[in-house]
């Protein structure tokens, strides 16, 4: 199975460049960089609304914890 960026993950929401984009990031930081989060992805509302990207965000954010569940079960 290949290596993804350690979880737990979080998803934050910012507007850029008049764009509102969403943000996966990992809880831990980067060790080189003081107070710095790893971003895992970023995601921007192409057509689907905000309420949706905001939606997709979240469920993207747990998918460390959904992969620990399934290897679990």
Do not use: F
Request: hydrophobic share 40%; aromatic share 6%; glycine share 8%.
């Amino acid at each position: 199975m290949a290596k993804h960026t350690e979880g737990p993950w979080d998803y934050d929401a910012a507007e850029e460049y008049g764009t509102k984009r969403g943000y996966i990031y990992s809880q831990k930081m980067d060790a080189e960089i003081e107070n710095c989060r790893i971003p895992v992805a970023r995601l921007c509302e192409t057509g689907i609304g905000l309420p949706a990207s905001r939606m997709n965000g979240r469920l993207i954010a747990a998918a460390p914890d959904l992969l620990a569940a399934c290897e679990a079960a």
